[in-house]
């Protein structure tokens, strides 16, 4: 399989979903994330801006998913190796 043909989150092995990344794009998707998660506890402090933390949470756990689905293994329920 071509690298560029690859998914970069492969499904779960059980459950519904992806796990962890398989290639170095999905790695930095990834760490991406936990920086703007960082970020959004900094930029909006949850004792004092719940609101907008939460909201700004949603959009990047958005966003994540969105590129999970994009590039990564079609989701569905799998249970084992099947």
């Known amino acids: 399989m071509q690298n560029a043909d690859r998914y ?3 499904a779960k092995r059980y459950g519904w979903g992806w796990g ?3 290639t170095w794009q999905g ?3 990834l760490v991406c994330f ?3 998660v960082a970020a959004d ?11 907008a933390f939460l909201l700004s949470l ?3 756990s958005a966003l994540f998913v969105m590129v ?3 590039k990564g ?4 329920w799998r249970w084992g190796s099947k």
Not at 73 to 76: G, L
Request: glycine share 4%; aromatic share 18%.
């Open 68 to 70: 999970a689905w994009l």
């Open 27 to 29: 790695w930095l998707t």
């Open 58 to 60: 949603a959009v990047v």
């Open 73 to 76: 293994e079609p989701p569905r």
């Open 8 to 10: 970069w989150f492969p």
């Open 20 to 22: 962890l990344p398989v």
């Open 41 to 51: 506890v900094v930029i909006f402090p949850p004792r004092r801006a719940i609101a």
């Open 34 to 36: 936990f920086g703007l």
